[in-house]
């Protein structure tokens, strides 16, 4: 399956309408990325502290299909794709009682922190990338035979 993360929203992550304030979504999403970096075996220290190399988002974007309140329990599918030798995509699903509330986009380059030069992808994120990838298939896959069934 997907890398999973959950969360449940607090009243800091809301607006004067009581609803999740949208650029919180991706706070919450970046929390969900560094979870996930930290179960496939990366240091977060070294990883985001004066790191040799970065992977900083070059685009992001997100899309509300139902408002999100304080105390609502989120499930968040992490669900990563190389999209090139020096670039990455996750796309997030964020779900509340088994219904999609958001989805959301971050696309990530690698470059050489000093230089801030694109460069390919070291190991370790290749690796990161194909384990949550190669599971994110078969669960597109056991999603697909259920809605057949």
Excluded at 53 to 70: E, K, L, Q
Excluded at 71 to 95: A, H, Q
């Amino acid at each position: 399956m997907a890398f999973t993360y959950y969360y449940t929203v607090r009243f800091q992550d809301t607006d004067a309408a009581g609803v999740v304030y949208f650029a919180n979504i991706f706070r919450i999403c970046h929390e969900a990325y560094e979870v996930s970096l930290a179960a496939s075996g990366i240091n977060l220290k070294s990883f985001f502290t004066n790191p040799s190399v970065a992977f900083p988002i070059v685009h992001a974007n997100v899309d509300f299909f139902r408002p999100m309140y304080c105390g609502d329990n989120l499930v968040i599918s992490l669900l990563p794709e190389k999209i090139g030798s020096d670039k990455f995509e996750i796309t997030y699903e964020m779900t509340g009682d088994e219904v999609m509330v958001a989805k959301a986009i971050t696309r990530h380059v690698c470059i050489d922190a000093s230089s801030k030069i694109k460069q390919e992808l070291p190991d370790y994120m290749n690796h990161w990338l194909e384990t949550n990838h190669r599971d994110a298939e078969g669960a597109e896959r056991r999603r697909s035979r259920e809605e057949v069934m």
